[in-house]
């Protein structure tokens, strides 16, 4: 119950961006207050990232009696970078000639304060889960894992919370849900349309490749560095110990499918492209680290972007749900 609250905690500020610009799309009136909005929230975590950054300088004594002992090997000022250029790209990207350049780049309008948005917290993201991805080093550690332990792992409440529930609500307002479109807009913009039986026979023919990419990433990895192999997939393990089984398996498939496609290859891959969706989608998986396991997920984006173009949003919820339950069932 707290990691879930936690979650909406720190995910509530970004959700009420995206709902702001959309407001502010249909408001010129709002356009000030939504970009003040971002420059002040991407501000609050350059300052964070500049504490990082000032924490690594101090001494590891020092460092151990504040934040843990745990987090002394931490590299707090790599993680104080990451979320600096992160955050200040964010801002850079505020800027109208800045906007404008990467029209050239992406299928957006650089007048559109969501476009605007999307970009903005595309690189605020980013810089984020970079951040999030080293602090989570602390996981690969024996206190690391006595920490997972005393937490439990995930619930089932938190893959309620996230990936479906906040990753769906920032979808459908990100396509103007409740401010710019009906409803049946929206369902026409996320590419909620009914497939044909070619493209589900051909979803199926795609889970089957991306379960042999799996496997097959892990064996070789299982060759090349099996320690940390063992490590991240300890750690993963870990995590998602509460879910075994058949309900756990289409648990954790439905859950991830509708929330991370409506999102990824739903809302923000017309708009951002398929290298920038598989690239957001790898970076949200923290609990891989920096990894072939983040590498696999990026491919996996790509191809799922891919599979989004040419057939229907329906499609990649359909291989996504697979993929998850497979993996879940025939793997540790």
Request: charged content about 10%.
């Amino acid at each position: 119950m707290t990691n879930s609250l936690l979650t909406l905690v720190f995910i509530s500020p970004f959700i009420f961006a995206v709902l702001l610009a959309n407001l502010a799309e249909q408001n010129k009136n709002l356009h000030v207050l939504q970009y003040v909005y971002l420059l002040l929230l991407n501000s609050f975590l350059f300052i964070a990232g500049l504490s990082s950054l000032g924490v690594g300088l101090l001494p590891k004594s020092i460092v151990s009696s504040s934040v843990g002992a745990a987090y002394q090997g931490i590299n707090w000022p790599l993680m104080g970078i990451e979320l600096m250029a992160g955050t200040g790209l964010a801002m850079l990207l505020l800027l109208p000639r800045v906007r404008q350049l990467a029209t050239h780049l992406f299928d957006i309008d650089g007048q559109s304060v969501v476009h605007a948005t999307a970009l903005s917290l595309t690189a605020t993201a980013l810089g984020l889960n970079l951040f999030q991805m080293n602090l989570n080093s602390v996981l690969l550690t024996p206190q690391g894992q006595q920490m997972i332990q005393k937490a439990g792992g995930e619930t089932y409440l938190d893959i309620l919370i996230f990936p479906l529930l906040t990753l769906l609500v920032t979808a459908l307002f990100g396509v103007g849900w409740l401010t710019r479109r009906s409803w049946s807009d929206v369902v026409q913009r996320l590419g909620w349309t009914s497939p044909t039986l070619q493209q589900l026979a051909l979803g199926v023919g795609v889970v089957v490749v991306l379960l042999g990419l799996s496997f097959g990433t892990d064996w070789v990895w299982g060759r090349v560095d099996p320690v940390s192999r063992n490590q991240v997939g300890g750690v993963s393990n870990a995590l998602l110990g509460n879910f075994s089984g058949v309900s756990g398996a289409f648990a954790i498939g439905i859950t991830a499918a509708i929330g991370e496609e409506s999102f990824f290859r739903g809302a923000y891959l017309p708009r951002m492209g398929i290298f920038m969706s598989a690239l957001l989608f790898a970076s949200f998986h923290v609990q891989y680290f920096l990894s072939l396991a983040t590498l696999l997920v990026f491919i996996i984006g790509l191809i799922l972007g891919v599979l989004r173009v040419r057939t229907t949003l329906a499609v990649c919820i359909m291989v996504h749900f697979l993929y998850n339950f497979a993996s879940v069932l025939l793997g540790p």
